[in-house]
């Protein structure tokens, strides 16, 4: 498990490259308060682009010593080491199947990891793109929510989830269908 501490010292590095917004399973982890992750961090970039700007993210992580390499979706994954694990950055922003909306975005809210603050997406947000990938994997992780909801350990607000599923549009069906067949009745 790699420290919030030092997540925090390696997010306030790549501030300095651009301003971004915490999206991926980091989210779970803040609301169950834990110390630190096991997985890899998500960024959905805001102030530069992940493949015009490729070479400017691959120069920032060459100069500090970090190794870059790419997502499955192509997008820049800087390798960070950290004691004697590596944390994995991965940064994203809409392209193809991968669509945040730009709402979830402006929702984020401030949350503090090791000493720093970041926006970080809401608990229900990360389940609705969860819902609307709806991978084997994101299934997976929809279920393992849903027993976390059900145990009390996370809390979310299903009025702000309704709110928040027409923000994917044409797939906001699709997406109310999926968290309904998981149990998450909206």
């Known amino acids: 498990m790699i420290a919030f501490s030092k997540v925090g010292e390696v997010l306030k590095e790549i501030k300095e490259l651009t301003d971004?917004?915490?999206?991926?399973?980091?989210?779970?982890?803040?609301?169950?308060?834990?110390?630190?992750?096991?997985?890899?961090v998500d960024l959905f970039i805001l102030s530069v682009s992940v493949f015009i700007d490729e070479d400017?993210?691959?120069?920032f992580a060459f100069d500090r010593g970090w190794d870059f390499g790419k997502t499955p979706l192509d997008t820049p994954r800087l390798i960070v080491g950290v004691d004697d694990e590596q944390l994995q950055v991965d940064m994203y922003e809409n392209i193809q199947d991968f669509f945040v909306?730009?709402?979830i975005i402006e929702n984020a809210q401030e949350?503090?990891?090791?000493?720093?603050?970041f926006k970080v997406i809401r608990i229900e947000d990360y389940i609705l793109l969860k819902a609307n990938a709806f991978r084997e994997?994101?299934?997976?992780?929809?279920?393992?929510?849903v027993y976390l909801i059900g145990s009390?350990?996370?809390k979310i607000d299903k009025n702000y989830l309704k709110s928040h599923i027409q923000s994917f549009q044409e797939n906001a069906k699709s997406i109310e269908d999926r968290l309904k067949s998981i149990g998450i009745k909206v």
């Open 20 to 40: 971004f917004v915490i999206i991926g399973d980091t989210v779970v982890d803040l609301e169950l308060g834990r110390k630190g992750t096991e997985s890899d």
């Open 56 to 59: 400017k993210i691959r120069e």
């Open 101 to 103: 909306p730009q709402d």
């Open 111 to 117: 949350r503090k990891i090791g000493n720093e603050y």
């Open 137 to 145: 994997e994101d299934e997976d992780e929809l279920k393992t929510l």
């Open 152 to 154: 009390g350990k996370i």
